[in-house]
C-alpha cells in the first residue's frame, strides 16, 4: 500500500470542464484500434495529414539498381527528411542506423525476381515485423496478373495479422507488363486492397480520372514514383496527386537516382506538407543544389 504520510488530498478534477475527445481523421481509420490509429499517426504528418515516404525496397526483386548499390553511402543522408521509410529487413538490419528513430513499412512479401515471372509472393512471419517494430506491414497485390489470387490471399492474411497486432497493412498494388495504368485499373486495384482489409494504399497516378479513384478508395491512397523522370516533372507528379486527393507520395528512384537527392526530398516534402507549386518546389531543388 501507498505510504499515506504526506499524501495530498487529489482536488484538481476539473469538474464542469467536458473532456476532450481528439477525432482521428484519417480516411477509413475512425473505428480502428488505438494501436492501428498510433501507427499511422507516425506515418503521416499531424499538421498537413500526409506522408513523405521513401521507397528503397527495389532490391529484393531487381538487385543492385542505380543508386541502391551502397544503402550506407545513398539513403542513410537522406533519413532525416523521410516521413517513413519502405524496405525490406534485410537491408534494414544491415545498412539503417536504429538511432534514425524512422518509422517503418516494412516489405512483407518476398519471391520471385526480374529474372522470372513476378508477384508469385509469400508473406514474412508477423513475429518479424514485431521484433522490428514496424509502423505497416506492405505485400504486393497483382491484381489482374497471374498470381491475383496469391496476392490477395496475402493481402487478407495482412488484415488479420493487422487485426490481432495493431500493424497497419499497406496495400501495394502491382502494375504487369500486359496492364494499362488508367483510372479503370487502378480504381479497381485500390477498392480491391481496401474491400481485402488494407489500412492504405500505395499506386499509381494516372493523368486523366485519377481523382475518381481516390474517391472510390475507402482509404487513404499514397502514389507510387515510378520510373525516373527528370526532377522537375517528378514535382509535377507530386503535385498533381496531392491536388487530386493523394495523401502524400511512396517515392524511391525520383529521390535516390535524383542529380541531388537531398535537394530533391527536401523538394517534394515542400510539394506534399507546404503544397507549394511544381515551379516553386523545383526553384528550391536548384537553390538547395547551389548550397
Not at 517494430?133 to 493487422?162: H, Q, R, W
Amino acid at each position: 500500500m501507498a505510504d499515506m504520510e504526506g499524501n495530498i488530498d487529489a482536488r484538481n478534477y476539473g469538474i464542469g470542464i467536458a473532456a476532450k475527445q481528439d477525432v482521428f481523421n484519417m480516411k477509413g481509420s475512425a473505428n480502428a484500434g488505438w494501436g492501428v490509429k498510433y501507427r499511422l499517426s507516425r506515418i503521416f504528418d499531424r499538421e498537413s495529414g500526409n506522408t513523405v515516404m521513401l521507397a528503397f525496397d527495389h532490391g529484393y526483386i531487381m538487385g543492385p539498381t542505380s543508386g541502391l548499390e551502397r544503402i550506407d553511402l545513398t539513403i542513410n543522408p537522406l533519413l532525416e527528411y523521410a516521413d517513413c521509410i519502405m524496405c525490406t529487413r534485410g537491408a534494414l538490419r544491415s545498412t539503417i542506423p536504429p538511432m534514425a528513430c524512422k518509422p517503418l513499412a516494412l516489405r512483407f512479401s518476398a519471391g520471385t525476381t526480374v529474372l522470372t515471372s513476378l508477384n508469385d509472393e509469400c508473406l514474412l512471419s508477423i513475429e518479424e515485423a514485431i521484433r522490428l517494430d514496424a509502423c505497416a506491414i506492405a505485400p504486393m497485390v497483382a491484381v489482374g496478373g497471374e498470381f491475383e489470387a496469391v496476392t490477395i490471399k496475402n493481402l487478407a492474411a495482412c488484415a488479420d495479422f493487422t487485426a490481432r497486432y495493431s500493424i497497419p497493412t499497406l496495400g501495394v498494388t502491382a502494375v504487369g507488363r500486359e496492364l494499362v495504368r488508367d483510372a479503370r485499373y487502378l480504381g479497381l486495384a485500390a477498392r480491391v486492397c481496401a474491400e481485402n482489409g488494407a489500412n492504405f494504399v500505395k499506386t499509381y497516378y494516372c493523368d486523366e480520372g485519377f481523382e475518381k479513384v481516390v474517391a472510390a478508395c475507402p482509404v487513404p491512397i499514397v502514389i507510387a514514383g515510378g520510373k525516373k523522370l527528370p526532377e522537375s516533372e517528378a514535382l509535377e507528379l507530386a503535385y498533381k496527386a496531392v491536388q487530386s486527393g493523394a495523401r502524400g507520395v511512396d517515392m524511391g528512384r525520383n529521390i535516390f537516382q535524383a542529380e541531388n537527392p537531398a535537394a530533391m526530398i527536401q523538394a517534394v516534402r515542400a510539394v506534399v506538407h507546404k503544397f507549394a507549386k511544381p515551379s516553386e518546389a523545383f526553384e528550391l531543388y536548384k537553390d538547395l543544389c547551389a548550397d
